[in-house]
């Protein structure tokens, strides 16, 4: 059994940072499979690779959003969380679609039920690294307008409160947020909500979580707003 194979050259997908955005076209007569060609040839024809991608987001979305929104039931938030959920997962078709196998079927019908499996199955793996931030309750997903009504500078709030306390609160944090929060501390990030990371290094956390950019700084606000939680009921 063998992955996919790109049918020119072999690319380098970790270089690509962000999913191109959708836009309205008319319907593409093209398989399932030749769209994870097309996506995966985008270093040698990127306009093709991004039409492909979003017909392929129009073919899977409503499924894979589904199965993101079933494994977020119960959980706080849970229609925002399916959305990261279902944006990381089609983040990382886009950056590495060879991870599919096709097994050798050809039936159209066939093909499309593995493609579901196999969207399925990293949706799944993704939940799975975020399950430790998701068992927090009362996570939040962050609009702009709502981190620009956060008043009260974080920095000048955490200096409250003792180091013994904090280092607690951050061991409720799962080993992503807190590594995000921590390199948002390094650089003097922390206080400012609409601050952001210099371009490399947010380029690093987005390649090593494989997640993009604008998820990062949501979840280094949930984390300071898990910790406040925390601090709250803990006083």
Known sequence: MKNL????????????????????SGKIQTSDLDLLYQIMDKEENPAVAKTAFNEF?????????????????????AQELACDLTQDVFLKIWLDPSTFNEDGITDP?????????????????RFNDYFDEFRIGGVEYLDEKQMEQLTEPEHVFF????????????????????????TYMEYGDI????????????????????????????????????LKEYFQKNP
Do not use: M
């Not at 499309?112 to 793996?125: F, T």
């Not at 200096?159 to 921590?182: F, G, H, N, Q, V």
């Not at 371009?199 to 950019?213: A, F, H, N, P, V």
């Open 109 to 125: 019908v066939r093909l499309r039920k593995r493609i579901k499996a196999w969207l399925s199955r990293i949706a799944r793996n």
């Open 191 to 226: 206080d400012n909500p609409k601050a952001h990371l210099p371009d490399k290094q947010l380029k690093i956390l987005t390649e090593r979580y494989q997640t993009s950019s604008d998820n990062v700084r949501q979840i280094k606000h949930r984390a300071i707003k898990s």
């Open 159 to 182: 200096e409250r409160i003792p180091s013994e306390k904090i280092e607690k609160a951050l061991a409720t944090l799962s080993a992503r947020s807190l590594d995000i929060l921590r």
């Open 5 to 24: 194979t790109t049918p020119t050259s072999q690319s380098s997908h970790s270089s690509t940072q962000s999913i191109p955005t959708q836009q309205a």
């Open 57 to 77: 987001v129009n073919r899977f979305g409503k499924y894979l959003y589904s199965q993101c929104y079933q494994a977020c039931q119960g959980l706080a938030d």
